[in-house]
């Protein structure tokens, strides 16, 4: 059971370039979140999804995109990244929406 | 705004002693709250949590405290160990948000010394 699992654990992508961030659950659970955390700060909430093929957005999501084709993964899409988007990102999973956040181990991107 | 406040970025705790965290919040609509433990390098893991309609949880050596009249709450570690060195975020739920509704923190980092 690997709970959440994020790749690549770190990125370093140039200014306008894109990527994907990969995010898999194997805790059949139906909710999944984006966040960032930047330095000092919590973690804002990018993107949320509270089923296949069910998005929505969180409270930071310009310059990313989701999608949900499946109940298990949940990916994180930068079209043209941004000096701004240098941080580590954390995708998590739960039960429902009352439930604790099962978290990834994170993906550091830097964008220069 | 802020609605999740942890005014302490760093906590310095002698090993055996009781570290105390502290959380305030904003909005009065949140009605559970969780705290989480990350290292470095890691994901945040779930410690503890505790529903509005409780003022008290225990787990171990852990215990989260709620006062809903102040709208803060605290995380009790007794006694402390080196391995609980860790930056502690505390997070709140708004029920009514449906599907974003855990707030965060900008966490404190405790550092227990030996």
């Known amino acids: 059971n690997a709970g959440v699992t994020q790749t690549p654990k770190f990125r370093i992508l140039k200014i306008g370039q894109s990527m994907t961030l990969q995010c898999t659950q194997d805790?059949?659970?139906?909710?999944m979140y984006w966040y960032r955390q930047d330095p000092g700060m919590g973690l804002k909430l990018i993107y949320y999804s509270v089923g296949a093929g069910i998005t929505d957005k969180g409270e930071v999501p310009n310059g990313y995109n989701v999608s949900r084709s499946t109940t298990e993964d949940f990916p994180l899409r930068l079209e043209l990244a941004a000096p701004s988007q240098t941080s580590v990102y954390f995708c998590?999973?739960?039960?429902?929406?009352?439930?604790?956040?099962?978290f990834g181990n994170g993906t550091r991107l830097t964008v220069t | 705004d802020q609605q999740v406040k942890q005014n302490s970025p760093s906590l310095s705790v002698q090993e055996g002693r009781i570290s105390i965290l502290n959380c305030d919040y904003t909005?009065?609509?949140?009605?559970?709250f969780l705290w989480y433990k990350k290292y470095p390098a890691e994901g945040p893991t779930f410690l503890i949590s505790i529903s509005s309609i409780k003022d008290k949880n225990e787990d171990g050596r852990f215990t989260v405290f709620l006062n809903k009249s102040a709208k803060h709450l605290s995380l009790h570690i007794v006694p402390s160990q080196p391995g609980d060195s860790a930056v502690y975020f505390c997070?709140?739920?708004?029920?009514?948000?449906?599907?974003?509704?855990?707030?965060f923190g900008p966490g404190t980092r405790l550092s227990v010394l030996p």
């Open positions: 909005n009065s609509m949140f009605d559970y």
């Open positions: 997070a709140a739920s708004d029920p009514g948000n449906y599907g974003q509704n855990f707030v």
């Open positions: 998590a999973s739960s039960y429902s929406t009352n439930s604790p956040l099962h």
């Open positions: 805790m059949n659970h139906n909710y």
